[in-house]
């Protein structure tokens, strides 16, 4: 689909030049929605979140400003779709995500970022308005009739850099990073990954500690409890 309308435009250009200017915007807008966003729940994709990651993130180094990201995860979600089958799962990830649009700033990005895994980045955001919004996810998700009728929950995981709660964690997270290696991959190109890094661990922890909650990184959790996870858990 996106090659078919790029090659119309590519027309427009090369055999009308004196209009280059006046082709059809919309197929633009088409391409450029197609190129950015998730079709199945109209969220961002993944390859345009970590893009606004990267940007927002070396904004909030050079001012110092605070930026927060969340992770959530369907709750056993392979088990809802082996019971319900794919079709109802779909829906059901469409109505998650439409809590997810319809409950974040116009500055924020919700984006799917894989399977039943979806993510917000919030620039601007500390901690507290961090861990406020994804309880607030959460709880929506929750008591949603249509989903609370599958009995589906969401757990989440909460990080946040340049917040001085979270700088304090720094120095310790960084001295634990050989054991996190050994267990969770890390990408060494800067902060935007050490971001979500942290936001995984968090939700992973979560996954691991009963499920259906939002935590926030901190230094104190057990990387051997998420390597556990990592390594037995089929059924997210």
Do not use: W
Not at 50 to 64: N, P
Not at 136 to 162: H, Q, W
Not at 213 to 230: A, E, K
């Amino acid at each position: 689909m996106i090659k078919k309308i790029v090659r119309k435009v590519k027309k427009a250009l090369t055999t009308r030049p004196e209009k280059k200017f006046q082709y059809n915007m919309q197929e633009v807008a088409k391409l450029y929605r197609l190129a950015t966003r998730d079709t199945k729940t109209n969220l961002y994709n993944s390859r345009y979140f970590e893009t606004q990651v990267k940007h927002e993130v070396a904004i909030a180094q050079r001012y110092k400003r605070a930026i927060a990201m969340i992770l959530v995860d369907i709750d056993d979600f392979k088990k809802i779709n082996d019971k319900y089958g794919y079709k109802m799962g779909d829906e059901m990830l469409k109505r998650v995500s439409s809590i997810i649009r319809n409950n974040v700033r116009d500055t924020d990005v919700p984006a799917r970022f894989g399977g039943e895994e979806f993510t917000v980045l919030l620039p601007e955001t500390k901690i507290d308005r961090a861990k406020e919004m994804a309880e607030r996810l959460r709880t929506m998700v929750l008591n949603d009739p249509f989903l609370k009728s599958y009995n589906l929950t969401i757990s989440a995981g909460i990080a946040c850099e340049n917040n001085g709660e979270q700088a304090q964690a720094k120095s310790i997270f960084d001295k634990s990073k050989n054991l996190y290696k050994k267990f969770m991959p890390i990408n060494e190109s800067g902060s935007k990954d050490d971001l979500f890094d942290k936001a995984n661990i968090a939700l992973k922890y979560a996954k691991t500690h009963g499920k259906n909650q939002s935590t926030l990184f901190n230094q104190s959790m057990s990387f051997s409890n998420v390597h556990n996870f990592n390594r037995n858990n089929t059924n997210r």
